[in-house]
């Protein structure tokens, strides 16, 4: 990743943190007692102007804002925007858990005259929760338009709109006496700092960012780029498409979008990518949009970047690559190129095929085919335990595997794997020697004779025990696996039918990818 200077966020978080240490022990010590002589009239139930300010009050009350700030934290996670995601619900976090915890320990009535009636009006005061909740917000939502690549008059827009609503708060808390007025400055301060703290913690920016000299003179002489993407996996075409454009713009980069088809899966698109001369590929799908691109760019010294959008991402855990959209199209943009090894797979009598992570027959292809495309948008990953419990159930094949000029190996198997990386989902290390680019490919054979052995297979592989005798490994350069009976097969994650005959070589250093700095 490139080096950067400090930005808003953690200088944000020390100027509101230090002000609001400050801001409290002058309260406590009491040297605040003539501005919190500064009240509004007593307020009356019967009077319109405060009828108005309770509705306000109730509509804008900590625990509505924040049920808004968990929908756009469920917007931000559906759109792969993950560290949005985890900084909003930490300023959710932070805000509400610390401003009732500070409220505890410093323990401040309320002003007199409160309508004590109204919702929110009741407990301590210092500092002000609708204060907290609504700083929180303003921040959050400048926050999302920042990381979504919104036009700077929509950011703006919504600045000047935060901005309105906190002095608006401020004025309604003041008039139902709900607070004094070091209450609601204190409540800004403290908003500010958990805010800023989450979402500096989450690496996300407040404020747009400015383009580097290095990016300055690129732009000068722009370098083109394509963007092979699969529609279905975008869930916000328009928000994916700007925020592309504006990071390669902003980098010097021309980009060229170019969409997957049911009958085309990639192959079209990153051939079409190459015959425009382009200086780098993007891959925005699932596994199996990512393997027939690196299929296509094999040995062409063209590099792929990476812009996780399947559920499973395999290669890109692999590698480094964060999950993330925003970080993600930053290690493209400017990260380091790479050679990674791809394994070259014959099907039987096919033509070759390149796979960039694992090919296995059996179980693994079972769970493939067997998993609901509907049910993985829901529930991710989970989709694949649902799809297991069926598959486990299915009988094992008769398999002679022969690794390079090694003896064959005859086995009853449920599951044989041939990778090139070895981390599944949740850091499960299933080729614990994988190495992409070692110039070698792996191979696990399971041959469970009943559930009792799934299990122990199953445990050897999640928990650091000794392995179970079932499970056979090796390495080399080519493998050859051959079934006595037609076998469910997949590649790269993707179902592809059955197969009796499965040829694995590695093709050692072929493949150019930007992966993150060291």
Same mark, same amino acid.
């Given at each position: 990743?490139?080096?950067?200077?400090?930005?808003?966020?953690?200088?944000?978080?020390?100027?509101?943190?230090?002000?609001?240490?400050?801001?409290?022990?002058?309260?406590?010590?009491?040297?605040? *007692?003539?501005?919190?002589?500064?009240?509004?009239?007593?307020?009356?139930?019967?009077?319109? $102007?405060?009828?108005?300010?309770?509705?306000?009050?109730?509509?804008?009350?900590?625990?509505?804002?924040?049920?808004?700030? *968990?929908?756009?934290? $469920?917007?931000?996670?559906?759109?792969?925007?993950?560290?949005?995601?985890?900084?909003?619900?930490?300023? $959710?976090?932070?805000?509400?858990?610390?401003?009732?915890?500070?409220?505890? /320990?410093?323990?401040?009535?309320?002003?007199?005259?409160?309508?004590?009636?109204?919702?929110?009006?009741?407990?301590?005061?210092?500092?002000? +929760?609708?204060?907290? #909740?609504?700083?929180?917000?303003?921040?959050?939502?400048?926050?999302?338009?920042?990381?979504?690549?919104?036009?700077?008059?929509?950011?703006?827009?919504?600045?000047?709109?935060?901005?309105?609503?906190?002095?608006?708060? !401020?004025?309604?808390?003041?008039?139902?006496?709900?607070?004094?007025?070091?209450?609601?400055?204190?409540?800004?301060?403290?908003?500010?700092?958990? %805010?800023? /703290?989450?979402?500096?913690?989450?690496?996300?920016?407040?404020?747009?960012?400015?383009?580097?000299? !290095?990016?300055?003179?690129?732009?000068?002489?722009?370098?083109?780029?394509?963007?092979?993407?699969?529609?279905?996996?975008?869930?916000?075409?328009?928000?994916?498409?700007?925020?592309?454009?504006?990071?390669?713009?902003?980098?010097?980069?021309?980009?060229?979008?170019?969409?997957?088809?049911?009958?085309?899966?990639?192959?079209?698109?990153?051939?079409?990518?190459?015959? %425009?001369?382009?200086?780098?590929?993007?891959?925005?799908?699932?596994?199996?949009?990512?393997?027939?691109?690196?299929?296509?760019?094999?040995?062409?010294?063209?590099?792929? #970047?990476?812009?996780?959008?399947?559920?499973?991402?395999?290669?890109?855990?692999?590698?480094?690559?964060?999950?993330?959209?925003?970080?993600?199209?930053?290690?493209?943009?400017?990260?380091?190129?790479?050679?990674?090894?791809?394994?070259?797979?014959?099907?039987? =009598?096919?033509?070759?095929?390149? $796979?960039?992570?694992?090919?296995?027959?059996?179980? =693994?292809?079972?769970?493939?085919?067997?998993?609901?495309?509907?049910?993985?948008?829901?529930?991710?990953?989970?989709?694949?335990?649902?799809?297991? #419990? =069926?598959?486990?159930?299915?009988?094992?094949?008769?398999?002679?595997?022969?690794?390079?000029?090694?003896?064959?190996?005859?086995?009853?198997? +449920?599951?044989?794997?041939?990778?090139?990386?070895?981390?599944?989902?949740?850091?499960?290390?299933?080729?614990?020697?994988?190495?992409?680019?070692?110039?070698?490919?792996?191979?696990?054979?399971?041959?469970?004779?009943?559930? !009792?052995?799934?299990?122990?297979?199953?445990?050897?592989?999640?928990?650091?025990?000794?392995? *179970?005798?079932?499970?056979?490994? %090796?390495?080399?350069?080519?493998?050859?696996?051959? %079934?006595?009976?037609?076998?469910?097969?997949?590649?790269?994650? =993707?179902?592809?039918?059955?197969?009796?005959?499965?040829?694995?070589?590695?093709?050692?250093?072929?493949?150019?990818?930007?992966?993150? @700095? @060291?």
């Amino acid at each position: 990743m490139r080096s950067r200077r400090p930005g808003l966020g953690p200088l944000a978080t020390i100027a509101f943190g230090l002000g609001f240490a400050i801001w409290t022990a002058l309260m406590t010590s009491g040297a605040l *007692a003539g501005l919190d002589l500064v009240q509004a009239p007593a307020p009356h139930w019967q009077q319109p $102007i405060i009828q108005i300010a309770v509705a306000v009050a109730i509509f804008f009350h900590p625990a509505v804002v924040n049920c808004v700030l *968990a929908g756009i934290a $469920i917007w931000a996670f559906r759109r792969r925007l993950r560290n949005l995601t985890v900084g909003i619900v930490l300023a $959710i976090a932070l805000g509400w858990g610390g401003h009732e915890l500070a409220k505890t /320990l410093i323990g401040r009535l309320r002003p007199p005259e409160t309508l004590t009636e109204v919702i929110g009006n009741n407990g301590f005061a210092y500092p002000s +929760g609708h204060m907290v #909740g609504i700083v929180t917000a303003a921040l959050v939502v400048i926050a999302t338009t920042t990381t979504t690549k919104q036009p700077r008059a929509v950011i703006e827009f919504w600045r000047w709109l935060g901005l309105a609503l906190i002095l608006l708060i !401020a004025a309604d808390r003041w008039v139902l006496h709900a607070h004094w007025v070091s209450d609601l400055v204190g409540g800004v301060l403290f908003g500010g700092f958990t %805010a800023s /703290l989450a979402l500096s913690l989450a690496r996300v920016h407040m404020q747009p960012e400015r383009p580097t000299r !290095a990016a300055a003179l690129a732009a000068k002489t722009p370098k083109h780029c394509a963007i092979v993407v699969n529609p279905t996996k975008i869930p916000d075409w328009a928000a994916f498409r700007r925020h592309v454009e504006t990071g390669c713009r902003d980098n010097g980069w021309t980009p060229l979008f170019l969409e997957t088809t049911p009958d085309d899966p990639g192959r079209g698109m990153a051939r079409a990518a190459l015959k %425009a001369e382009v200086d780098l590929v993007m891959a925005a799908g699932g596994d199996g949009t990512v393997r027939v691109v690196c299929s296509e760019l094999a040995g062409t010294g063209v590099p792929l #970047g990476l812009l996780p959008a399947g559920t499973g991402n395999l290669l890109a855990r692999n590698l480094g690559i964060p999950l993330d959209e925003a970080e993600a199209l930053e290690v493209i943009l400017n990260g380091r190129r790479d050679l990674i090894d791809l394994v070259e797979v014959v099907i039987d =009598d096919d033509d070759p095929e390149h $796979i960039a992570v694992m090919a296995g027959m059996g179980l =693994d292809a079972r769970i493939m085919g067997g998993t609901d495309e509907g049910l993985k948008k829901i529930i991710g990953p989970a989709a694949y335990v649902v799809a297991a #419990g =069926d598959a486990a159930s299915l009988p094992s094949f008769d398999v002679t595997i022969a690794m390079d000029d090694g003896e064959p190996l005859e086995r009853h198997a +449920g599951l044989v794997i041939v990778g090139n990386v070895g981390q599944l989902q949740g850091n499960v290390q299933l080729l614990p020697d994988a190495q992409f680019d070692d110039g070698l490919l792996d191979l696990f054979v399971a041959s469970p004779g009943n559930v !009792a052995d799934w299990l122990r297979i199953t445990t050897s592989v999640l928990l650091p025990v000794p392995e *179970a005798s079932e499970i056979d490994r %090796a390495q080399g350069r080519s493998v050859l696996i051959e %079934a006595s009976e037609p076998v469910e097969y997949q590649l790269d994650g =993707d179902a592809a039918g059955e197969c009796r005959r499965m040829r694995a070589t590695v093709v050692p250093q072929t493949l150019a990818v930007m992966v993150p @700095r @060291r």
